[in-house]
């Protein structure tokens, strides 16, 4: 027992830099305590003493802000950082090494018997706000985004971001529309535009539009790019100087006026 302990304390070491000396992780460190407040929880749920395993859990839940049900299987150096909103399943499992930040949900997409909560394989690393909904497993290594709301399986060693959660895979892999996808979201980032409302998952008109601007606008910006190449190997300095940087506030404008025109087209179209 104490050696698992002596584990988790280095694991907050190793993962949190913020972490200065044993008697402050001792003392500060919520989910620590919830973990260890979990294993003995874990261990009266293993031998059938339900109500006392679920009034040590509500206990833990009430000191620490995070909610662990003692029916979870929880691996060695598990470590919550921050802590508070965590929500882990009754049929939820947790490998080594594991991270979990603030306001994590493992949780369930039925009210089915059984299996009905996430598998987290070692090394995982969940991000604040994330919800991994589902009886489906997460890869070895894996990272899965902040606010991301996941519902099927990740591959190791991949990432999942977004609502819903869609993996993030290499140039190489992805297909003629994934790579124009990521092109539009590279010039909306270098105009300092919103690059979520213009997603392809959006299918208004305006949306669209803005999404033919930003091709038009990349292909441009590539013309130009090589233009610039060809004359400074000409020993022309034209190219030298740096383009004016745009104001994020006229897109931020923008972004308003387009939200406020794609809701005045909807209930307009409701109205009809």
């Known amino acids: 027992?104490?050696?698992?302990?002596?584990?988790?304390?280095?694991?907050?070491?190793?993962?949190?830099?913020?972490?200065?000396?044993?008697?402050?992780?001792?003392?500060?460190?919520p989910g620590?305590?919830?973990?260890?407040?979990?294993?003995?929880?874990?261990?009266?749920?293993v031998r059938n003493a339900f109500l006392l395993a679920r009034m040590v859990s509500h206990l833990a839940r009430w000191l620490t802000g995070i909610e662990i049900h003692p029916g979870a299987k929880l691996g060695r150096r598990f470590f919550i950082d921050h802590g508070f909103g965590v929500v882990i399943g009754e049929t939820a499992e947790i490998g080594d090494d594991v991270t979990l930040y603030q306001g994590v949900t493992l949780g369930g997409t039925s009210w089915d018997q059984g299996k009905r909560h996430p598998t987290l394989e070692d090394g995982v690393v969940v991000g604040a706000g994330a919800k991994v909904l589902g009886p489906f497993t997460v890869g070895?290594?894996?990272?899965?985004?902040?606010?991301?709301?996941?519902?099927k399986a990740v591959p190791a060693g991949a990432t999942a971001v977004g609502i819903p959660g869609r993996i993030i895979v290499k140039e190489a892999d992805q297909s003629a529309d994934e790579q124009q996808e990521a092109k539009r979201q590279a010039m909306a980032e270098k105009l300092g535009f919103d690059a979520y409302g213009v997603s392809r998952d959006m299918p208004d008109p305006v949306a669209r539009a803005?999404?033919?601007?930003?091709?038009?606008?990349?292909?441009?910006?590539?013309?130009?790019?090589?233009m610039c190449k060809a004359l400074s190997e000409l020993g022309s300095d034209y190219c030298a100087k740096e383009l004016p940087a745009l104001g994020g506030e006229d897109f931020e404008l923008l972004k308003d006026d387009t939200d406020a025109a794609v809701d005045a087209e909807r209930n307009d179209t409701t109205a009809r």
């Open 140 to 151: 070895k290594g894996a990272k899965i985004g902040s606010n991301a709301v996941v519902t």
């Open 32 to 45: 620590l305590h919830a973990v260890w407040m979990h294993r003995l929880s874990h261990g009266l749920w």
């Open 210 to 226: 803005i999404g033919q601007m930003l091709d038009h606008m990349q292909a441009v910006d590539s013309r130009l790019e090589g």
């Open 1 to 29: 027992m104490f050696e698992r302990m002596k584990e988790d304390i280095a694991s907050v070491f190793h993962r949190d830099p913020a972490a200065r000396n044993t008697l402050e992780v001792l003392t500060c460190y």
